[in-house]
């Protein structure tokens, strides 16, 4: 089974943490702050998402 990239991981974090349904608006925005907070650690820093990305 193949792993899953950084970007990948880190939308299924916040997934995985989150206690409901969360939109892909959503979690472009978390994205966003969480790269934010920690210097680009999700993998597209520098890059503005695309919703149809996440």
Same mark, same amino acid.
């Given at each position: 089974?193949?792993?899953?990239?950084?970007?990948?991981?880190?939308?299924?974090?916040?997934?995985? @943490?989150? *206690?409901?349904? =969360?939109?892909?608006?959503?979690?472009? $925005? %978390?994205?966003?702050?969480?790269? @934010?907070? *920690?210097?680009? =650690?999700?993998?597209?820093?520098?890059? $503005? %998402?695309?919703?149809?990305?996440?």
């Amino acid at each position: 089974m193949a792993s899953l990239g950084e970007l990948e991981r880190a939308v299924m974090d916040l997934l995985w @943490a989150g *206690h409901e349904a =969360a939109t892909a608006n959503t979690l472009r $925005d %978390l994205l966003a702050q969480s790269t @934010a907070a *920690h210097g680009g =650690a999700a993998g597209h820093e520098g890059k $503005d %998402l695309a919703v149809t990305t996440v």
